[in-house]
């Protein structure tokens, strides 16, 4: 079974920064792309960043400019680091991980972490 375990969030000051990481553990083949989503109070879940295994990234056009994603491949983690926080950036945090194992293709979500920013 695999298990993302994310890091705390916490609280912030806009204009400050947080890093998030999260970590793959389990039975894991192959990693297609890990990244993070993020889901604020009445809204729908909605992408931050993704990197795939070639590193290629993929970012919302709310954080380009502020966050940036990467991976430890040999390690199966991902970070987020957030800089330049903004009010809206609050939101509960999701790791989010697309490959397979050995039953096949799977898609795993950690259990979320909470982001406030303070304004």
């Known amino acids: 079974q695999v298990q993302l375990v994310e890091s705390k969030g916490g609280l912030v000051q806009a204009g400050g920064s947080l890093r998030l990481s999260c970590a793959a553990s389990?039975?894991?083949?192959?990693?297609?792309?890990m990244g993070w989503y993020r889901q604020a109070p009445g809204k729908q879940r909605e992408l931050v960043a993704d990197?795939?295994?070639?590193?290629?990234?993929n970012y919302a056009d709310s954080v380009k400019g502020r966050f940036t994603i990467s991976r430890d491949n040999a390690r199966n983690m991902v970070f987020l680091q957030m800089n330049s926080l903004k009010p809206e950036d609050t939101a509960v945090y999701y790791c989010n991980l697309r490959g397979y194992n050995n039953r096949g293709a799977l898609e795993v979500w950690g259990q979320g972490t909470l982001v406030t920013v303070s304004s």
């Open positions: 990197i795939t295994n070639g590193r290629s990234t």
């Open positions: 389990g039975t894991i083949i192959s990693i297609n792309a």
